[in-house]
């Protein structure tokens, strides 16, 4: 999940998603296969994989959950299994715009899947495109504080071709375009090593402020949509002030 301005309400929301950790491997080894199968089975050779088994690793996964994921990816695997990519769009309550990526053997049981969550949650499923021009698809990686100033983090990322960084008080993260994601992070993990997290998001262009009702019905459709096995990420373009989520979290 993605939307509020503050990165940790992101990692305060990702704590309940890895409670289940089952549902998280199984989520992680399917991006691992996919990565595989779509570039060279080498992390080396691969950015898209090597950043998979990055994510693996910090939630602990198991080192041969890992191989066989990547085995499964492999040209010539004995996985039938065949991942597609999908974005998925619509409104949830309040009018919030909300993209969901995911990664599907079955597409129309994902989009019933999908569709009903919204309708559940005072939202509906949209059609493609219908919210993601209020987004815009970036490259972004995520350092905790501690690893540099806000200054030198925003010179070394700037010198590394990144289009700007936003910090707060525990993580800086850095926003790059799409197409120079790779390098910047490929330079900033040579600075100050793996960064807490990194890959392409959509940003919202503006934040939507929400209410407590509205924002408790928004997070319970964020709930179910991550509760799918096909989906990997649920961005949206709120905004829930820190004194509604840590009630709405207690």
């Given at each position: 999940m993605a939307g509020h301005s503050k990165f940790k309400n992101i990692q305060h929301r990702k704590g309940a998603q890895d409670k289940k950790r089952a549902k998280l491997f199984n989520k992680l080894g399917r991006e691992i296969t996919v990565a595989a199968r779509m570039g060279a089975p080498d992390p080396d050779m691969n950015p898209r994989l090597r950043l998979a088994i990055q994510t693996a690793r910090k939630e602990n996964m198991p080192k041969d959950r890992i191989e066989r994921a990547i085995?499964?990816?492999?040209?010539?695997?004995?996985?039938?299994t065949n991942y597609e990519e999908m974005?998925?769009?619509?409104?949830?309550?309040?009018?919030?715009?909300?993209?969901?990526?995911?990664?599907?053997?079955?597409?129309?049981?994902?989009?019933?899947?999908?569709?009903?969550?919204?309708?559940?949650?005072?939202?509906?499923?949209?059609?493609?495109?219908?919210?993601?021009?209020?987004?815009?698809?970036?490259?972004?990686?995520?350092y905790p504080v501690s690893v540099a100033s806000a200054d030198d983090m925003f010179v070394a990322a700037a010198e590394a071709g990144a289009q700007n960084v936003e910090s707060d008080d525990e993580f800086h993260e850095v926003i790059t375009d799409v197409n120079d994601f790779g390098d910047v992070n490929s330079t900033l993990e040579?600075?100050?090593?793996?960064?807490?997290?990194?890959?392409?998001?959509?940003?919202?262009?503006?934040?939507?402020?929400?209410?407590?009702?509205?924002?408790g019905t928004l997070l319970k459709l964020i709930d179910a949509l991550e509760d799918s096995d096909d989906v990997q990420n649920v961005y949206a373009n709120f905004d829930i002030d820190d004194e509604i989520m840590d009630r709405l979290a207690g």
């Open positions: 085995k499964s990816g492999t040209p010539g695997s004995d996985d039938g974005r998925y769009e619509g409104y949830g309550p309040g009018g919030i715009a909300v993209i969901v990526d995911a990664l599907t053997d079955n597409r129309n049981r994902t989009a019933s899947e999908l569709r009903t969550a919204f309708s559940k949650n005072g939202g509906n499923l949209g059609e493609t495109n219908s919210v993601s021009f209020m987004f815009d698809q970036v490259g972004a990686i995520v040579d600075k100050y090593g793996e960064p807490e997290s990194a890959g392409l998001v959509w940003k919202p262009q503006n934040l939507v402020a929400v209410d407590e009702e509205t924002a």
